[in-house]
Every structure is written in structure tokens, then in C-alpha cells.
């Protein structure tokens, strides 16, 4: 699975970080930290941490595709 977040929509709201945390995180200076090719099995945590992210700036694609599709 490949994760993409833009960081330049990203307002560090913390959703994705309540949703996946051991996906997403915030280092101390309150930035996002992401790991961009999580296992498989933690699909369905981190479709849910993108679907409840704002500004919508998580996308989530299959391994090996590249830069991601929504
Ligand atoms: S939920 Fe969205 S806006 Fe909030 S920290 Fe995560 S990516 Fe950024």
C-alpha cells in the first residue's frame, strides 16, 4: 500500500493521527510524519484516517502504483 500526504494542504489537524498512529505522526515541531508504504493489513485504519481528514489531503493507492490515486 502507498500513502501520500499533501503537505502543503495538510493543516496538522490530527485526524489521521487518532486514526492510524502508527501510520501518522506528529514530530516536535508539530509536523506530520507519515510512513508512505505501510503493511497491508493496516489498509483499513488508514482508509479511514484519510476519509476523515478535512482537507482531504491523504491518498491512499496499491503498492508498486506509483504516485497514488485517491
Ligand atoms: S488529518 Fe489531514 S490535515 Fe490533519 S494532520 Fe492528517 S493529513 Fe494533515
Redesign the pocket.
Known amino acids: 500500500m502507498q500513502v501520500h500526504?499533501d503537505l502543503a494542504?495538510?493543516?496538522?489537524?490530527?485526524?489521521?493521527?487518532f486514526g492510524a498512529p502508527d501510520v501518522?505522526s506528529f514530530d516536535d515541531d508539530d509536523q506530520?510524519r507519515y510512513s508512505p508504504s505501510p503493511p497491508e493489513e493496516r489498509r483499513a485504519d488508514v482508509i479511514r484516517?484519510a476519509s476523515?481528514?478535512?482537507?482531504r489531503?491523504?491518498t491512499v493507492g496499491p503498492s508498486g502504483s506509483g504516485r497514488p490515486a485517491a
Open positions: 500526504v494542504v495538510c493543516q496538522s489537524h490530527g485526524q489521521c493521527v501518522f506530520l484516517a476523515a481528514c478535512p482537507v489531503a491523504i
